[in-house]
């Protein structure tokens, strides 16, 4: 079965960095597209990062760019999200989520989330 | 940036009854448009795509319908486990991919 398992999160300071993982398993991982997806406490749902299939093509949320960046290691069935100069209102848990692919930009598995605290 | 509007923002129904939730589009997104279910301390789950088409073991009691802007959720005589936050997305334009800011359903 499709399985998303999201690493990396804890609490930091203000301007330091993390790096994101998602492992998956129980499809063909070359075949996807991922998404990064984040809620902040008591929010609701934020789009933060895409990486196509082939890695060629990354796409960012405004807010982020210059400091997220995404990659995927299809040796490892890994995607990763570096996240520097963090932060407090980055401060959520972070989703990986599968490309539905075919044109259909949804999110149709998710990893249960990996939690980032940005905080002096 | 397409903006999505969900209402109500609260939406309190007995179980066995009817449950209508709607989303709005600043623009149209065709058909472009994903729902998805939430529950406390869990990742979101997949609903309906294309407006209308439901996800992999979705019951039959969840259907969406519209097009355009103007878009809705029918959950059919709900059942406890459908008490949840639901969000809607569109994927027409992008990026961003945009969510509206969901809709709780609470007994």
């Known amino acids: 079965q499709v399985q998303l398992v999201e690493s990396g999160g804890g609490v930091v300071q203000p301007g330091r960095s993390l790096r994101l993982s998602c492992a998956a398993s129980?499809?063909?991982?070359?075949?996807?597209?991922f998404h990064w997806v984040r809620q902040a406490p008591g929010k609701g749902l934020d789009w933060v990062a895409f990486?196509?299939?082939?890695?060629?093509?990354?796409y960012f949320t405004a807010s982020v760019k210059g400091r997220f960046s995404i990659s995927r290691d299809n040796s490892k069935n890994t995607v990763y999200l570096q996240v520097d100069s963090l932060r407090t209102g980055d401060t959520a848990v972070y989703f990986c989520?599968?490309?539905?692919?075919?044109?259909?930009?949804?999110?149709?598995?998710w990893g249960q989330g990996t939690r980032v605290t940005v905080s002096s | 940036e397409i903006v999505m509007t969900q209402s109500p923002v609260t939406l309190s129904v007995s179980p066995g009854e009817r449950a209508t939730l709607s989303c709005r589009a600043s623009?149209?997104?065709?058909?472009?448009l994903a729902w998805y279910q939430q529950k406390p301390g869990q990742a979101p789950r997949l609903l309906i795509y294309?407006?209308?088409t439901r996800a992999t073991g979705i019951p039959a009691r969840f259907s969406g319908s519209g097009s355009g802007t103007e878009f809705t959720l029918t959950i059919n005589s709900l059942q406890s486990e459908d008490f949840a936050v639901y969000y809607c997305?569109?994927?027409?334009?992008?990026?961003?991919?945009?969510f509206g800011g969901g809709t709780k359903v609470e007994i």
């Open positions: 989520a599968r490309d539905g692919g075919d044109g259909f930009n949804v999110f149709d598995y």
């Open positions: 129980g499809f063909t991982f070359t075949t996807y597209g």
């Open positions: 990486i196509s299939d082939d890695g060629s093509n990354k």
């Open positions: 623009q149209s997104v065709r058909y472009d």
């Open positions: 294309g407006a209308s």
């Open positions: 997305q569109q994927y027409k334009n992008w990026p961003p991919l945009t």
